[in-house]
């Protein structure tokens, strides 16, 4: 069996929204018992903004009530997997308003640190946090770009298999925050290398991901595809009930480990650092263009900026 979808969020009735809805910024495939969501825009490097978020929560969604998926595949279509967050193309989507996810309030007309804690709580950390929840185990196929919010998407995976062509950063401190909002680096990948990935900014290349746990396997770009669907299908035919404990006995052990509450306390001093860049510079990102911070990221892939 296959079958191939697009998806859109379901919006509140916004004008913006309502032009954006009909965007294919998520691909939906199933393959007998594999599903593959595939982030879709690839002309601005599969950077997320809110409508890419909330059609990807649809598609978890789907995934997790259809009986007859097994395993879900994220990956990001064009050169690489994601740039991270949305900081600067023409669909830039910040004031919009969408069917919410989570308990907070709409963050769209409130000011100050209400309106970028709100959005974040719902946007970043909260839907990543649904998808690591998810009973079925899920796999990121990372090629090329996994930058800043990238990283988010790919540890809301269970395993991570990338291409030899992959590399990770997370430059934010760069306009002056302490990391991405889903601060799992200490978890993902040791707490010296995560201080020196964070200090730094410097992107990590595939092997040395592999080196650090980050990442599970790492094979080349021509077999990435193959090899992933391989540890898929090998995956699917488990029991899908002792799969949904196992997975929550592991993510149970991190959270005991602290992880939960780590990720926690480390928003909050993003949402502090936010403020503190507001108050002290006019800009929640430190005076930095955001866009620019983006683009040197990604500068070898000769991502497009836009008006």
């Known amino acids: 069996m296959c079958v191939s979808s697009t998806l859109g969020p379901q919006l509140g009735g916004i004008e913006k929204g309502e032009d954006l809805v009909s965007s294919q910024v998520v691909l939906y495939e199933q393959r007998d018992r594999l599903v593959l969501i595939t982030l879709n825009r690839p002309e601005v490097r599969n950077a997320q903004n809110s409508t890419l978020l909330y059609a990807l929560d649809e598609a978890f969604s789907r995934f997790a009530s259809d009986d007859s998926a097994g395993v879900g595949i994220l990956r990001g279509a064009g050169p690489c997997f994601s740039a991270g967050h949305d900081l600067g193309s023409r669909d830039v989507d910040y004031d919009v308003s969408f069917s919410r996810r989570s308990l907070w309030w709409d963050h769209v007309g409130k000011a100050g640190a209400e309106n970028r804690m709100a959005r974040e709580e719902e946007v970043y950390l909260g839907m990543c946090r649904r998808w690591r929840e998810l009973p079925k185990p899920t796999i990121a196929m990372v090629h090329g770009a996994c930058i800043a919010g990238g990283l988010m998407l790919a540890w809301s995976c269970d395993l991570i298999v990338a291409s030899e062509d992959a590399f990770f950063s997370d430059p934010v401190i760069g306009y002056g925050v302490p990391g991405v909002e889903l601060f799992a680096h200490p978890w993902e990948m040791g707490g010296r290398f995560a201080k020196e990935f964070l200090f730094t900014g410097e992107r990590i290349d595939a092997r040395r991901a592999l080196q650090m746990g980050m990442v599970n396997r790492v094979v080349s770009r021509d077999e990435l595809e193959e090899q992933t669907m391989a540890l898929a299908t090998k995956i699917s035919s ?70």
């Open 238 to 307: 488990m029991p899908r009930f002792a799969l949904a404990l196992a997975k929550k006995a592991i993510n149970q052990a991190e959270d005991c480990m602290g992880r939960r509450d780590g990720e926690d306390a480390a928003f909050g001093l993003h949402q502090l650092a936010h403020a503190h860049n507001a108050e002290t510079t006019g800009s929640p990102m430190l005076g930095v263009d955001p866009a620019r911070i983006q683009q040197s990221g990604v500068s070898q892939l000769q991502m497009p900026s836009h008006p």
